[in-house]
């Protein structure tokens, strides 16, 4: 606990400005119906008709900075949680939420198992240097 110049004390830090829950960004939910395509590395994408995010009073001010975050640029779910200095499990259902108001798509990242194998990769450059 700290305390000012006359001797009063306070609860919180000054400096650190508002304080709001994570619960409280999220209305009490831990998960939203898009969660199972959010892992870390899946990209948000801004869609063409977002342009009026500030303008729709159902999100909130979270909701409008990742719809500007990734107009500017497509960002991974672990990108916005730093860049917004939220946890990620937040910022998972704010894009869910994003997604089911179709202001934002996600990318998902190829699993491994549909990666080709590497040594088949390997197989065809070789046979590319034969020519």
């Known amino acids: 606990m700290s305390t000012d110049g006359q001797g009063r004390s306070h609860w919180f830090d000054d400096e650190a400005g508002p304080v709001v829950r994570p619960y409280a960004m999220t ?3 831990t998960t939203s119906t898009a969660q199972h395509r959010l892992d870390l590395i899946a990209v948000v994408v801004t869609e063409p008709a ?3 995010a500030e303008g729709d ?5 979270e909701h409008v ?3 500007d ?3 500017d640029a497509p960002q991974s779910v672990a990108e916005l949680s ?9 910022v998972r259902v704010l894009v869910g939420d994003l997604v089911d108001a179709e202001f934002v798509h996600v990318n998902r990242p190829v699993p491994p ?3 080709p194998d590497e040594s088949i990769l390997r197989d065809v450059i070789n ?3 034969a020519l």
Do not use: Y
């Not at 730093?82 to 937040?90: A, F, H, M």
């Open 27 to 29: 209305r009490g939910r």
């Open 50 to 52: 977002a342009e009026d």
């Open 57 to 61: 009073h159902t999100l909130s001010p």
């Open 65 to 67: 900075d990742i719809v």
């Open 69 to 71: 975050l990734c107009r």
């Open 82 to 90: 730093s860049e917004l200095d939220l946890p990620v499990g937040v």
């Open 113 to 115: 198992a549909e990666l």
């Open 127 to 129: 046979g590319l240097r």
